[in-house]
């Protein structure tokens, strides 16, 4: 079965780091670029960084400094390291495999983990 599998969420307190992680079982993350994305409640889903196939990174201005993305191609897993964590980084974090950043994603949603920072 082809998917990714989003892991290392929980409760924060501001100024707290967590470290998630996206894994892909049924096929190779090497040739794709892989998204990070967020959905907090009342919100619509927003993209917060990509890492293309080559490794280069692009973020959103809310995680540009806090935020950094990186992978393993030989654990077939990417990851987002969130550093100075803040209440409005509260939401549901999905991974999503992509032609390339910015373009288009294939396959559903996975069930995404949940980030909570709240004191």
């Known amino acids: 079965q082809l998917q990714l599998v989003e892991s290392g969420g929980g409760l924060v307190q501001p100024g707290g780091s967590l470290r998630l992680s996206c894994a892909a079982s049924?096929?190779?993350?090497?040739?794709?670029?892989i998204g990070w994305f967020r959905q907090a409640p009342g919100k619509e889903r927003e993209g917060v960084s990509c890492?293309?196939?080559?490794?280069?990174?692009n973020y959103a201005d809310s995680a540009k400094g806090r935020f950094t993305t990186s992978r393993d191609n030989a654990k077939n897993t990417v990851y987002l390291q969130m550093d100075s964590l803040k209440p409005e980084d509260t939401a549901v974090y999905y991974c999503?495999?992509?032609?390339?950043?910015?373009?288009?994603?294939?396959?559903?949603w996975g069930q995404g983990t949940q980030v909570t920072v709240s004191s």
């Open positions: 999503a495999k992509l032609n390339r950043c910015g373009g288009l994603r294939f396959g559903s």
């Open positions: 049924g096929f190779g993350l090497t040739n794709y670029a």
């Open positions: 890492i293309s196939n080559d490794g280069s990174t």
